[in-house]
């Protein structure tokens, strides 16, 4: 089976995190880079269903030069090779040119299964899989917490506000997963020393056959008026538990018309 | 006046409270078109969708519609927008919603924005980005604009419309039809509100310290008729579920009330919460950063304060 991993490069949320005032997009020099969380359970998923059904696992990643870090990741974790995309001209590109970047690159490389993380936690827009799935004509099988494949068919369970939902269907589909579907691995140092030797295609916009007028700022389907940093919330009561500090609180409710 | 499409929200043919939400901000927009999509429509919805500004309500409730993954309600929409040529299309920032808008935006090569709370008369819509850290103003420029808008954003107000009713029959595409659903499973959640729509929600972190003590978390919600929520410390040792996870790996909420106890407050938590409009926070770390938020902190043992908070609420009811 032949699946492929997209997995994104996002700022550490541990770290303040900030729009650039030039060009209002994501600065991505001002945090250090790391994998979206989201993403590694998405390799660790593409690494068991090669384990468990054979195949190759690839790891895409649409980004500047220094996601590179973060592919070495996600080959250290033991997928095969990866595919970078990475150009200028897609510098500020929103869902709809980022997925339809991905769409061709994907169509241009081939796969059985696509998997990725079901929300990056820089933009959250969480709409991603469900517009790869759109853009390539596959089913949709996104928000999983499991996964099967048999032969040709594959299954999940979709997260629901009310438990799950049983889906069905046929490769090849698209699969965007959530947390607790596994336990990332680590990498080993001898996977840390592998990726080093790991191949990495580049490509460019042109190279994967983007269409330049759909990708990047100027092409956005929507845009950032303007922002601001959100005013700190006024300075709260803080009151230390004497035995009474539930009652306290109770009357704090009660002056806000909770009780 | 053009229409806004509302795409409504419903469970067991009841409608949900985000989409009163939708219909109160899409009558500053426009005309209100509710757009009920799969089965369980009926009288009942009706009135509802009225009493709260719908002029119009097209109803596609085949079952072709709920049983197959996000596609179906995607060529609904795109179906209502090249025939009623809206201003704007509406749809609640839920998980799938957000999908079948992303799939309504390549279909109609227009913009969608998500996760907005609050939209201007100009469609500006506002969002609050990085954790709550940043607040952006964005509008499509492409198309019809599409905008998810978080549940809890929009304060409610009845205002009758017309509800005029028009059935729409859709044929939907094989291509819709590849990812079948073929069974529901509801797990059990007990009477509580859903916990991105609960006006109140109560969380519990490490500080409750075991699984069989979050029954103290959940009486004190109950008092309040709150959600149950749960940081990740919590869930990742196995005390609630999962699907309670308040954060940026789980839910986002913005209920009128949230109360933290034993949630130290970090990044990946605040990340879930910091919308709600009041804060209250229980801790027995002075230090923890969740008290920064607080509108409301007491700082001392959950396993003393919480009991008593619940106690002092049913004796003054």
Redesign the interface.
Request: net charge neutral; aromatic share 4%.
């Given at each position: 089976m032949n699946i492929v991993v997209c997995v994104k490069q996002v700022p550490d949320t541990a770290t303040e995190r900030k729009l650039r005032s030039d060009d209002k997009t994501l600065d991505r020099d001002a945090a250090d880079g790391v994998v979206n969380e989201l993403d590694e359970y998405a390799v660790e998923e593409a690494l068991r269903l090669k384990e468990a059904h054979g195949g190759e696992v690839t790891v895409l990643t649409m980004g500047p030069d220094k996601a590179s870090d973060t592919i070495r990741k996600a080959l250290a974790m033991g997928a095969d090779k990866a595919v970078h995309l990475v150009d200028d001209a897609l510098h500020g590109s929103d869902a709809l040119g980022t997925s339809h970047a991905l769409a061709q690159t994907l169509k241009k490389i081939g796969f059985d299964l696509v998997v990725l993380g079901s929300e990056s936690t820089d933009a959250r827009t969480g709409v991603l899989a469900a517009m790869l799935a759109e853009r390539l004509n596959v089913p949709q099988l996104t928000f999983a917490n499991k996964v099967e494949v048999n032969g040709s068919a594959i299954a999940i369970q979709r997260v629901t506000d009310y438990g799950y939902d049983k889906v069905e269907a046929s490769l090849p589909a698209v699969v965007s997963v959530v947390e607790k579907i596994n336990e990332p691995r680590y990498p080993s140092f001898k996977g840390i020393m592998a990726a080093k030797k790991k191949p990495v295609e580049k490509l460019g916009v042109a190279d994967a056959e983007i269409d330049a007028a759909q990708v990047g700022l100027a092409s956005s389907w929507s845009e950032v008026t303007d922002f601001a940093a959100a005013p700190p919330r006024a300075a709260g009561t803080i009151v230390k538990d004497e035995g009474d500090g539930g009652a306290k609180a109770a009357d704090f409710l009660a002056s806000k018309k909770f009780i | 006046m053009s229409e806004v499409l509302v795409l409504v929200e419903h469970?067991e043919g009841q409608v949900k409270k985000v989409t009163l939400e939708l219909l109160t901000l899409a009558r500053k927009l426009g005309a209100p078109s509710a757009v009920w999509a799969g089965p369980g429509y009926s009288a009942e919805a009706k009135a509802k969708l009225a009493e709260y500004g719908a002029e119009k309500i097209y109803v596609a409730d085949s079952a072709d519609i709920a049983d197959y993954?996000?596609?179906p309600k995607?060529e609904l929409l795109a179906q209502l927008v090249s025939t009623a040529s809206p201003a704007a299309v509406l749809v609640a920032a839920?998980?799938?919603a957000?999908?079948?808008?992303?799939?309504l935006?390549?279909?109609i090569?227009?913009?969608?924005?998500?996760?907005a709370v609050g939209i201007g008369e100009d469609l500006?819509a506002d969002q609050?980005?990085?954790?709550?850290?940043?607040?952006?103003?964005?509008?499509?420029?492409?198309?019809t604009p599409i905008i998810a808008v978080r549940p809890n954003a929009t304060p409610v107000e009845a205002a009758a419309g017309a509800g005029a009713e028009e059935q729409v029959s859709v044929a939907v595409s094989d291509?819709a039809k590849?990812?079948?659903?073929?069974?529901?499973?509801?797990?059990e959640?007990g009477a509580r509100p859903?916990l991105?729509e609960a006006a109140?929600v109560v969380s519990g972190g490490r500080g409750v310290g075991s699984a069989e003590n979050f029954s103290i978390i959940e009486k004190l919600a109950d008092s309040?008729g709150a959600a149950v929520g749960a940081s990740r410390a919590a869930?990742d040792a196995g005390w609630y579920p999962?699907?309670f996870?308040v954060g940026?790996?789980?839910k986002?909420v913005s209920p009128?009330?949230y109360i933290a106890a034993g949630i130290s407050g970090a990044?990946?938590h605040r990340?879930g919460m910091q919308t709600a409009k009041?804060?209250?926070a229980?801790n027995k770390d002075?230090e923890a950063p969740i008290?920064?938020?607080?509108?409301?902190?007491?700082?001392?043992?959950l396993n003393?304060?919480?009991?008593?908070?619940?106690?002092?609420?049913a004796k003054?009811?």
């Open positions: - | 469970v993954v996000v596609a995607a839920t998980a799938e957000k999908e079948i808008a992303g799939r935006a390549i279909k090569d227009s913009g969608v924005l998500t996760d500006v609050s980005i990085f954790g709550g850290g940043v607040n952006v103003r964005s509008r499509v420029t492409k198309g291509t590849t990812a079948k659903v073929v069974d529901r499973v509801k797990e959640k859903e991105t109140i309040l869930t999962h699907q996870q940026q790996t789980g986002t009128q009330l990044i990946q990340a009041t804060i209250v229980i002075p008290f920064e938020l607080a509108d409301y902190g007491v700082v001392g043992d003393q304060v919480v009991p008593q908070l619940t106690d002092e609420i003054r009811k």
